[in-house]
Nanobody
Framework: QVQLVESGGGLVQAGGSLRLSCAASGRTFSNYAMGWFRQAPGKEREFVTT???????DYADPVKGRFTISRDIAKNTVYLQMDSLKPEDTAVYTC??????????????WGQGTQVTVSS
């Protein structure tokens, strides 16, 4: 089992920044790729970014160049640095552990999510 706990969400003005954290415990954190997904009200959950054990990354086009994923193996934590935020980034952001893929079904472990709200 892997337990994931997100933190760092909140309210920010458009153009601002937030840094999300996802702390993992349980089975070996480094064995898994870590991903971030988001879900806005009335919309489907969508892929945001993922990072694998070798620190290779993949980003969805809407966040490319604005968001940065990183991981600290020693701290069992993955981070999502979000810059130049837009109102359309408003969503519940959830981290997940699994395979280095864009599809949610490739991730077997999920956190509870943290709300990010970007005001215009």
């Amino acid at each position: 089992q892997v337990q994931l706990v997100e933190s760092g969400g909140g309210l920010v003005q458009a153009g601002g920044s937030l840094r999300l954290s996802c702390a993992a415990s349980g089975r070996t954190f480094s064995n898994y790729a870590m991903g971030w997904f988001r879900q806005a009200p009335g919309k489907e959950r969508e892929f945001v970014t993922t990072i694998n054990r070798s620190a290779a990354t993949d980003y969805a086009d809407p966040v490319k160049g604005r968001f940065t994923i990183s991981r600290d193996i020693a701290k069992n934590t993955v981070y999502l640095q979000m810059d130049s935020l837009k109102p359309e980034d408003t969503a519940v952001y959830t981290c997940a552990a699994g395979e280095f893929q864009r599809v949610a079904s490739s991730y077997g472990y999920w956190g509870q999510g943290t709300q990010v709200t970007v005001s215009s």
